[in-house]
């Protein structure tokens, strides 16, 4: 069961179903300049959700790992200051965070018994982490794509 549990829990954090678009296929080949453009009626920019996504992922990643957690101020600490990137290299750091982190997160599932207790709470679990991740980036990848679509840049270029 575990196995089977895990397997299918990493296949749905890598993007791994046709029927979605995995976090690199939604931010492949994104045009610099509409990496902070908030589309009419929306408000928030593809980077905004970008580092959102990699802000609370963080956040989850610590409250599994750490005896000594303590939350950010919400919403302050999770979503960026500005929707524009402050740099062309701060939207690729961002970006190869979430994977890693995510990576990190996938790891320490296949380590552990998903059904243990974090470190922080009694009841909570690394598999009720790794759902949360799971959920909040899947809501979020779909942001991101109806983003794209609405900036006329969907599909990415190497997937058209």
């Known amino acids: 069961m575990h196995d089977a549990l895990r397997q299918h829990i990493r296949k749905s954090l890598i993007g791994d179903f046709p029927a979605h678009a995995s ?3 939604a931010v492949a080949d994104w045009p610099h300049g509409q990496r902070g453009v908030r589309p009419e009626g929306l408000p928030y920019s593809g980077w905004e959700l970008v580092e959102h996504i990699r ?3 963080a956040d989850l990643l610590r ?3 750490n005896d000594d957690y303590a939350p950010d101020t919400w919403p302050a600490a999770y979503w960026p200051d500005a929707p524009i990137p402050p740099s062309r290299n701060a939207w690729h750091t961002s970006c190869e965070t979430v994977v890693a982190d995510r990576d990190t997160l996938l790891a320490l599932l296949d380590e552990s018994d998903p059904f243990e207790p974090v470190p922080t709470h009694d ?3 690394l598999l009720r982490s790794a759902l949360i991740v799971l ?3 899947a809501y ?3 942001q991101l794509v109806t983003v794209r679509r609405l ?3 969907w ?3 190497d997937t058209a």
Do not use: K, M, R, V
């Open 135 to 137: 959920d909040h980036n």
């Open 23 to 25: 976090f690199q296929d």
């Open 55 to 57: 802000l609370a992922q």
């Open 155 to 157: 599909p990415p270029a």
């Open 140 to 142: 979020h990848i779909g």
């Open 123 to 125: 009841t909570h679990t």
């Open 63 to 65: 409250y599994s790992q």
């Open 151 to 153: 900036l006329g840049c």
